[in-house]
């Protein structure tokens, strides 16, 4: 992991993530009503710009383009930037016009895409085409002396299950996306706001053995066998 990723502030990373099984219509024996997919929960992850990292943000209108390790590649790169009066700018770099990435900020054309020529200020608002919307802009807090944090809200989690038939019993697949440089568990319970939580063993392959208890994401789609121990639960993937 690099240092940039360690500074990452988890914040919330032991909260539940997504929901991922319930128990629905008639409850029998077995893992059979351990289904439903597409849940979708959000986490706000916290990206804290040391300003001895970034040298670039210890004066007004200093400014960085960089790439967030561990934010999904969609979110492409970002421009935080420093004005006087300790107003702080992160946004997207990617130019809205046909997307290529931005410069950092200059006082004579603010924040300019050199495919074809648009320009926007610090907080991303489009003030010259060909571009006609804004970048987007990412909330910024100042600590007051030497960093500032960016908040990457609703990173988009989902998660789908499906039951999966091994042998005589059954495990249930949670199917989720991961970031490089996190680690993932399952928790499962008997109720949704209750209930004893216990962290389950998993296995990689729908018949492997079931002996994790946490992986490392990989950026990329991941699946997980777990096999439920009672009538009917719920599974939360956890991030740390
Ligand atoms: S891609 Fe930025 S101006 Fe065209």
Do not use: W
């Given at each position: 992991?690099?240092?940039?990723?360690?500074?990452?502030?988890?914040?919330?990373?032991?909260?539940?993530?997504?929901?991922?099984?319930?128990?629905?219509?008639?409850c029998g024996a077995g893992p059979g009503r351990w289904?439903?997919?597409?849940?979708?929960?959000?986490?706000?992850?916290?990206?804290?710009m040391r300003f001895d990292d970034f040298s670039e943000l210890k004066n007004s209108y200093g400014s960085v383009r960089l790439r967030v390790p561990g934010i999904p590649s969609q979110i492409n790169q970002i421009v935080v930037t420093r004005m006087p009066g300790?107003?702080?700018?992160?946004?997207?770099?990617?130019?809205?016009?046909?997307?290529?990435?931005?410069?950092p900020f200059k006082k004579e054309v603010g924040l300019r895409c050199a495919a074809h020529g648009s320009q926007f200020e610090p907080n991303g608002k489009v003030v010259k085409s060909p571009a006609r919307s804004s970048l987007k802009a990412y909330t910024t807090t100042y600590n007051g002396s030497d960093a500032v944090s960016v908040e990457f809200p609703n990173l988009g989690y989902s998660v789908a299950t499906e039951l999966v038939e091994v042998g005589a019993g059954g495990r249930v697949k949670l199917q989720f996306e991961t970031l490089s440089g996190m680690d993932y568990s399952v928790q499962v319970r008997s109720a949704v706001n209750g209930g004893d939580?216990?962290?389950?063993?998993?296995?990689?392959?729908?018949?492997?053995?079931?002996?994790?208890?946490?992986?490392?994401?990989?950026?990329?789609?991941?699946?997980?066998?777990?096999?439920?121990?009672q009538d009917a639960g719920f599974a939360t993937i956890r991030r740390q």
């Open positions: 992991m690099t240092s940039l990723e360690k500074q990452m502030n988890r914040r919330g990373a032991l909260r539940t993530l997504a929901f991922a099984s319930v128990c629905g219509g008639a289904f439903l997919s597409g849940v979708q929960a959000g986490e706000t992850a916290v990206f804290r300790n107003q702080f700018y992160a946004v997207s770099a990617k130019c809205t016009h046909n997307g290529v990435a931005v410069n939580s216990s962290t389950a063993k998993f296995s990689l392959t729908p018949d492997g053995s079931l002996n994790k208890t946490s992986v490392a994401g990989n950026g990329k789609t991941m699946s997980l066998y777990i096999a439920p121990t």
